[in-house]
């Protein structure tokens, strides 16, 4: 395996630093370039350093994902061959995408429609023709800003996702120009992937413009899936079930965009049932050994059983508790959520815990079980969340501590774990809950439920990318770290960034972005960073929290945030097809956190709350395919309402979690 | 001096029939423009690699064209490596005899298939003979411009 000259480990990079990144960008962009062909690839190598772009490559698919998950955050884009012995290049696209949430551009000798069109598809960035030029080249960029604007923009604004995706979709078409042929089906990614993925032929999307984003928060998809249960699968119409949820202020597009969300997940819950009933066994099995090894990735892994099977707020809180070592009794969900949001943000460095691959694989249960339930904050945090002001600050600290060692644990979590889940496709659904868990571990804070929620919902669409937890997880933190090292500012600290969150959700997202440190969380929640800051990537679901009323009771923002990861990371794992990863975001933004800590403490308090209504929400949207833009978030839910709700429907919601896809939900079988 | 200008023409002269005869494209200026004095043998390097390279795709697909049947998704997934590698070095008849030989394959036809490899390596061994003359004489000569010239 040649490695570049470019430095994989070195986040050194000045574009990394967000500053910097706007002076000297794209110097110092960071690619991975794969191919098998060792011709191609010096050339490449060449031609990328002409770009100023530190450069690594590989010749083995394997060896460049095992340089990803070792290195979460050094690299920003990865170009890829799609005709490698070891692997297919679709195959690895998907697998970043899950994991790592970067994009990628893939490469051929073969421009026959088909195969480019597989790369939309699969949710390639662009696709080049060999031999490429030095030209094609030289926009590479454009993919790696455009991504994150896309998914800080989905992340801040109130819009449905539908728009989002349009707008995406206009800018891939409209930037590319130097790009090669196949780049005019770039635009049509998020919408191919969509329809692949979708049963229906929904796409309000695409057609909704500037709608506000609703978040499904916990509560909300309970009331969905009732409603689609009541009416059936086959008949569950949105008109219908948005009568039946007699929601206020809910329209049929958010149910239908809901709707296909859920339909993604329930597909990819019935490719992989097996591998969830392994997931869940080893979770279950090992519980111990989880929480033996790192108390951060029990709590998240608490939280993602909690979340997805439905545990009682309270006894994931006590697991979380007990899994990060602190009194589990008291936090219930909120709590959980904070710490997640602090695993995330706590990004990289944490990752590289030793236990990890055990936890990991727990974690990997776990979050299919938590799905969206990143309740795993630690009963301190939670305690924090209900002290609005002063809180935030502990709390932050307290999400931070948790997020950081989450992250470790979600990293290392997810570095395992994608590699099983995210390569099984077929494990999507087993694989969300997958990740939940170990995102929820992560998360701590808030926003990690959301990230883990939204891996697992990544793994969980087909494409699979999306729902996997463990992959989430790692893709998270991956993210976590890259982001932070880019897009330190988009983990925008709700101070910052409260004006352009809905006031609810600004609390909320400020913590968010807290977590975005970690950075796990996609870009989409960075609602509050700006472009210009590429750095604070923070996940997105900051943003959804920040569509929950931060305003209310810090304790609820923790499970605000979690909802409004739920959802974002159902926008995410929908949004998988585009490739990269919405899911990232979520991820991404949770590890942000960590490196945001210094501005997000004011916030964390909200910022927990946020994450973990993210996660709910996650967990609510679990559709990878609703992207996260369309996930929405009930501003009035209220942390004690949701919590309240979401300990309701852990309880009750048995059933319908189930369908929902969650395996979080369905936390019948976690030993609690 | 003298003879380093004539060393000079002889050199651009060699590269400009390398163009003029078709054995090189657009791609090896590519190449050329990336040569740069960090890596003032870039070309050369790759050329040479793609050979080294290529030897065993080359083999392979002997090999293969000795079963019976042939196994022509096979060929032509080693042919679709090949010409992969051919076009991002410019090697522009050589990547003629790959796309014919694809086009064979998929045809089925056998004979084809079979004469049009030893056309591609006929090719091959032309093409490498050229370069390697091309660049022991630009070594001699030095570095020089050469990115002067582009076929149109």
Known sequence: MNIGSGSVLSSTGSWKSGDVVSDQFPVGLRVLVVDDDPTCLKILEKMLRNCHYEVTKCNRAEVALSYLRENKNGFDIVISDVHMPDMDGFKLLEHIGLEMDLPVIMMSADDSKDVVMKGVTHGAYDYLIKPVRIEALKNIWQHVVRKKKHEWRDNNFDQSGSVEEGDRQQKQSEDVDYSSSANEGNWKNPKKRKEEDEEGEERDDTSSLKKPRVVWSVELHQQFVQAVHQLGIDKAVPKKILELMNVPGLTRENVASHLQKYRLYLRRLSGVPQHQNGLNNSFMGRPDATFGTISSLNGLDLQAIAAAGQIPAQSLATLQAAALGRSATKSAICMPLVDQRNLFSFENSQVRFPEGQQQLNNSNKQIDLLHGIPTTMEPKQLANLHHPSQSFVGMNMQVNSMAQHNNSVIMRMSQSQPRAQMLSGANNGSQASRLPLSMQQSLSSEGIPGAVLAQSHIVDNARASVYNPVSQASSMVDFSVNQSKELQNYNFSLGSNSSGMSNRGMLQEEANSDIKGSRGFPSNYNIFNDLHQPKSQNWGLQNVGSSFDSSHHPSIQGTQGVSSQLLLQQGISSTHNNGQNRNGPIGKSMYTNGEESGHTNLMGGPQLNSVSRNMLAVKAERFPDADYQSTNFPEQFGQDDLMSAFLKQQGSVGPVETEFGFDGYTLDNLPV | ?152
């Open chain 2, 1 to 152: 001096m003298e003879r380093n200008n004539n060393l000079h023409r002889q050199v651009a002269s060699l590269r400009q029939s390398l163009f003029d005869q078709g054995y090189v494209d657009e791609q090896f200026i590519e190449l050329e423009e990336l040569q740069d004095d960090a890596t003032p043998n870039f070309v050369e390097e790759v050329v040479t690699l793609f050979y080294n390279d290529s030897a065993r795709l080359i083999h392979n697909i002997d090999q293969s064209l000795e079963e019976h049947p042939l196994d022509f998704a096979k060929l032509d997934n080693f042919m679709h490596q090949f010409k992969g590698s051919c076009s991002s070095i410019g090697a522009k008849k050589v990547k003629i005899e790959c796309t014919q030989f694809m086009e064979y394959c998929r045809a089925g036809n056998v004979e084809g298939c079979k004469r049009t490899f030893q056309q591609l390596k006929r090719e091959y061994v032309v093409l490498r003979k050229k370069l390697e003359v091309y660049f022991q004489y630009a070594r001699q000569a030095g570095p020089t411009d050469t990115a002067s010239y582009r076929p149109n």
